[in-house]
Structures are given as structure tokens and as C-alpha cells.
């Protein structure tokens, strides 16, 4: 049974940080891409950022240079490091891994950022 679960969220004033984990079970975490996806109130979910099994790295363009994901393979365990939040960064996080073609995600956790 595959699980995600996402902590880390928070209320936060802008140019602040954040660290979002998503602890990951019952998939073999090191070959799993994995992504972070976000959704604002009365938006559509949009990705985020990508961490391939390699290690390879890309993100949303509005958040390059403020946001890294990164992975422990050891804690299968996936971050989203959150620098210099915007109030448009305001959103529920969502991590997701998709196994043989079946798309799993999380419960997501919520960041809002105060101006």
C-alpha cells in the first residue's frame, strides 16, 4: 500500500522559509521519480518541482532560485526547500509518485505566506 505523507507547512510572513517533507511507503523510493505540486484556493493544481531517481532536478520557473527539492533515499523521504516566499506561493503542497501508471499522491500540507 503506497503512503505519502506531507509535513512542514505553516503560516509564514514573506521572505521567509520553509522545509516541506514527504515520508514515503510501500514503493521502492530510489527509483521513483518524485514531484511536488501545489493548488490556491480556486486554482488549479500546478507541478512544482521534479527530483528524478538520479538525483536530476528541474522546477516551475516562478519558483527557480527560491525553491530545491531534494531526496533522502535512506529516509525515502523527498524536501521541497521553500526560500524568500511570496504570498502567491500561498497553497496546499502535495508530494506524488506515480508507480507502474497509477498516480499516488498525498494529503498535502498547507503554506501560507502573510505579506
Known amino acids: 500500500q503506497v503512503q505519502l505523507v506531507e509535513s512542514g507547512g505553516g503560516y509564514v510572513q514573506a521572505g521567509e522559509s520553509l522545509r516541506l517533507s514527504c515520508a514515503a511507503s510501500g514503493i521502492d523510493f530510489s527509483i521513483n521519480h518524485l514531484y511536488w505540486y501545489r493548488q490556491a484556493p480556486g486554482k488549479q493544481r500546478e507541478w512544482v518541482a521534479t527530483i528524478t531517481s538520479g538525483g536530476g532536478t528541474n522546477a516551475l520557473s516562478s519558483v527557480k532560485g527560491r525553491f530545491t527539492i531534494s531526496r533522502d533515499n535512506a529516509k525515502n523521504t523527498v524536501y521541497l526547500q521553500m526560500n524568500s516566499l511570496k504570498p502567491e506561493d500561498t497553497a496546499v503542497y502535495y508530494c506524488?509518485?506515480?508507480?507502474?501508471?497509477?498516480?499516488?499522491w498525498g494529503q498535502g500540507t498547507q503554506v501560507t505566506v502573510s505579506s
Open positions: 506524488h509518485v506515480n508507480v507502474n501508471f497509477r498516480e499516488f
